[in-house]
């Protein structure tokens, strides 16, 4: 057990390290797509925590994701000295208003009551045009990196790395312990018996109602990242499809596990990227050809086949 943990941490520190260094010796264009695969990894891991832990499928993440990204630029447009912490709050009042309905279902009911919840507030934000822009989204400039009254700076696409970079393992950190604790045992229960849970005494609607807020919280953040780093808001982000991909960036790294899901994000980002240059419009065809091999010979995603094969 302590063999593995030193493992695991070493393997953190490693990586880390080499994430550190990368927008160092990186051309312009990976420099930034590595920051973004961490603002979708981070995506990714907020999800794991219903899907992976509790065990119920949300397709509403990019409802969380969209209202982080457009509570952040309307913070960064009208208040000064702008405070992204709208964002969070923003993600945070909505996933408690979806929490209080879907949490109520099982299921697929759950599924398709956030996915429901998805589109509501699509068509919201794509139509309100006074406030969000409408199809246009939002455009806004690029906030200061500072420390209130003490010191400010703008980002580079060096320190903004480095800044995404920081949230991430903070993010993780904390997710990771939340995981580990009580009420992480907790939600694991619901995940492997609900019945039995609920007879044991556990009151299952609050531990998803929580599950579900601080799922929410973590997406919102992800989403106030990804304003942050292309200055933009759009609707498109708050559309059902992103959180279907953000099910598969699960999928392909393992659920249950927190790093999965930010290593199916990084898998899914490069194949994209790759087969978009030689397959143009038709690109999408051979990553749905890996996906469905995938889920059929690697189950348990590229992390689980990753410990099966190192234990052989």
């Known amino acids: 057990m302590r063999r593995s943990a030193t493992a695991y941490w070493t393997g953190f520190c490693i990586i880390l390290a080499l994430l550190i260094v990368a927008p160092l010796v990186l051309p312009e264009f990976w420099r930034r797509f590595v920051t973004e695969i961490l603002i ?4 990714a891991m907020s999800s794991d925590i219903l899907i992976g832990y509790t065990g119920i499928i949300s397709f509403g993440h990019s409802v969380f994701f969209g209202l982080g990204m457009y509570c952040a630029a ?39 009551t956030t996915l429901v919840f998805s589109q509501i507030f699509y068509v919201v934000i794509f139509t309100w045009t006074e406030v969000t822009g409408g199809e246009n989204g939002l455009a806004f400039s690029q906030p200061l990196l500072s420390i209130p009254g003490i010191w400010s700076a703008r980002f580079t696409p060096v320190t903004l790395h480095w800044f995404v970079l920081a949230v991430v ?4 950190l904390m997710l990771r312990r939340v995981t580990q604790s009580p009420f992480g045992m907790v939600l694991q ?44 808001a759009a609707p498109d ?22 790093v999965g899901p930010l290593a199916g994000a990084a898998f899914f980002l490069l194949l994209r990227e ?39």
């Not at 979708?40 to 995506?43: A, F």
């Not at 009208?78 to 279902?105: C, D, E, M, Q, S």
């Not at 005494?201 to 807020?213: C, F, L, N, T």
Request: net charge positive; proline share 3%; charged share 10%.
């Open 40 to 43: 979708w990894g981070l995506l």
């Open 237 to 258: 982000f708050v559309f059902f499809l992103v959180s279907g991909e953000v099910v598969i960036f699960n999928v392909m790294g393992g659920v249950g596990t927190l």
């Open 189 to 232: 229960a619901i995940r492997e018996n609900e019945p039995r849970a609920r007879a044991i005494g556990y009151s299952i609607e609050r531990y998803k109602i929580v599950a579900v807020m601080l799922s929410g919280i973590f997406a919102g953040l992800a989403g106030v990242l990804y304003a942050i780093q292309n200055k933009f």
């Open 169 to 172: 393992t903070i993010s993780f």
């Open 274 to 312: 790759g087969f978009s240059r030689y397959f143009t419009e038709y690109y999408l065809i051979p990553v749905g050809i890996i996906f469905t091999a995938m889920v059929i010979f690697m189950p348990q995603g590229l992390l689980g086949f990753a410990k099966r094969w190192l234990n052989q």
């Open 74 to 112: 309307a913070a960064l447009l009208t208040v000064k000295p702008p405070n992204l912490l709208y964002g969070l709050a923003g993600a945070a009042a909505v996933a408690t208003f979806v929490a209080l309905f879907a949490t109520r279902l099982r299921e697929i009911y759950f599924s398709i």
